[in-house]
């Protein structure tokens, strides 16, 4: 029974794990925003490791990946089994902290494949704790399957590949797209909100220095506001989350207005996004304005997508020769777009026709 009750951890973990880390690697700047979440300053403030996110979020997808396979074949299983342990407890302490301080609302456990609140992403990390911890107590039970020359040989071959898929979808794009911007998507049907979908509630706090201290009042206490307190500030706490559409805060704003309802209704538009220009990459965007000729040519209208600031759009203008105009979007919203800074992405009537990585503009048909 012991034996059964032991391989069957083995095998839950270790498919688990390959799974986890495979969609991950499909996707890892993805993942490196959310280590980046958890790095900023309203998390955990240790900013300095965010220049690092990308390394990090390669490194912990590929060792997800590696020691899922290694624990699946046996291979140096009391290391494999230790690596677990660690790994596991780090990520129970990360989704409990979101979780109970409700500061990342999604772990990125599983990518944009599959969505998870924070306390389901504790629940899961608390059952794969359950069963890594049966494995480091019946560490004897988990025996090689094969000789050592072929242990060897498909851990390395699990290390090279990995690393190679790594490098292919940050040159690229993910193989694949599993966010709400794939091909095929239509950008106005995914803002709709169906009819007689569930609505979020809210309620409205206002905040008053009381002595020095600031304390929240509910609408139904402001006639208990003590004299002489002051105003500070106003915020909505959610009570029950309602539904959320799967696109959601995309503008196309320019001079104060948001032209989205016209220009998603051009039959052919092509949008260079860059979520930030002042970090976009000079390869990239010395070939946007060739490219916007031979768009231009064709019919397209071209347009600019950043969440830059005035002066850095005329900056970057002038450093490129850049002569289509940008509009502005909320950077998370960009960077859930695409993944490049720069890509392209072109849509018909809102419907997203083609995506490229800007190493990949050769491969776009106008």
Not at 27 to 32: E, L, T
Request: with cysteine.
């Amino acid at each position: 029974m012991k034996n059964i009750i032991t391989q069957f951890s083995r095998l839950f973990v270790g498919l688990l794990f390959i799974i986890s880390g495979l969609i991950k690697l499909n996707d890892p700047v993805g993942f490196s925003y959310k280590l980046a979440e958890y790095f900023s300053e309203p998390v955990f403030n240790i900013p300095f490791l965010v220049p690092l996110s990308l390394v990090l979020a390669l490194f912990l997808v590929i060792l997800e990946v590696v020691l899922g396979v290694m624990l699946l074949i046996g291979y140096k299983s009391k290391v494999t089994i230790w690596s677990l342990l660690i790994l596991i407890v780090l990520f129970t302490f990360l989704t409990f902290y979101s979780a109970y301080f409700d500061v990342v609302k999604d772990c990125g456990c599983f990518g944009d494949a599959l969505k998870l609140t924070p306390w389901q992403s504790f629940t899961k990390d608390i059952i794969l704790l359950f069963f890594i911890i049966i494995l480091y107590l019946n560490q004897k039970l988990v025996k090689p399957l094969f000789e050592n020359k072929i242990q060897n040989l498909i851990a390395y071959i699990t290390i090279i590949l990995c690393m190679f898929m790594g490098v292919w979808v940050l040159n690229h794009l993910p193989l694949i797209d599993f966010r709400a911007y794939k091909i095929g998507s239509n950008i106005q049907k995914g803002m709709e909100i169906p009819e007689g979908a569930p609505k979020s509630v809210v309620e409205m706090l206002f905040i008053y220095n009381v002595n020095g201290v600031n304390k929240e009042f509910s609408e139904k206490d402001l006639m208990n506001i003590p004299e002489g307190a002051t105003f500070v500030d106003r915020k909505d706490k959610v009570i029950t989350e309602g539904y959320v559409p799967p696109i959601h805060d995309f503008t196309m704003m320019k001079d104060g207005s948001d032209y989205k309802d016209e220009l998603l209704l051009e039959p052919k538009l092509l949008m260079m996004v860059s979520y930030d220009l002042t970090i976009s990459e000079k390869e990239g965007m010395s070939k946007l304005e060739k490219l916007n000729q031979e768009a231009k040519a064709k019919g397209y209208k071209v347009i600019g997508m950043t969440n830059s600031t005035v002066e850095e759009i005329a900056k970057a203008q002038k450093k490129y020769g850049l002569t289509f105009d940008f509009y502005t979007c909320d950077a998370i919203t960009l960077k859930t777009i695409e993944r490049s800074n720069p890509s392209i992405v072109i849509l018909e009537k809102g419907t997203v026709k083609q995506k490229v990585h800007y190493n990949d503009i050769k491969d776009l048909k106008l």
